[in-house]
């Protein structure tokens, strides 16, 4: 009787031990997907949906497409997109797209080495300019970038240039160079 009572302590223990490190394994999973992937949409108007309009934001001609790229400095998926994102400025031109590149957060060597990528898309919209953007864009997330013919009218959207440009209708894409 005592054996039987001792072996269904020590397999009690085991499975308790076992539920510990199923219940760390399963929290250090979620905190690893969200430090560093994204939900399928960073907010903002779909694709077809009217947005802002391109005059709106600074340094934008008016009647002009836009890709607008949303960035922030503590975002380590915003540091993969955005040199695809500057590598994408000599094609979107070509095509007629105007790039548009918008980055929120503090000023600091972080913002400053971020805004060095993206210069190649201009001078990024900074600290009010940016708040202004997120607020009409209604991003709650980053990285985004929308597609958005002269009139305001999202073309595509995503969380990645390429989603964003593979999200558009046929006539944006052969526009784009996608």
Known sequence: MIAAVCGLAILGIIEIFHLAVTTAL???IRVLQTGTALGPDAGGPAVGQRGPK???LAGVPKETDILVG???SGCPPCRTEAPQFAELVPELGKAGVHPVAVLGGAAGPERDSLAATLAPAGAPLLDEAARQAF???DVNATPAFFL???DGMVAGKGVSV???LLSAKPRERAAAGA
């Open 70 to 72: 949303f960035f922030s």
């Open 162 to 164: 390429a989603e964003a």
């Open 54 to 56: 391109p005059a709106s």
């Open 148 to 150: 958005l013919r002269g």
């Open 26 to 28: 399963v929290r250090r």
């Open 135 to 137: 607020r009409a864009f």
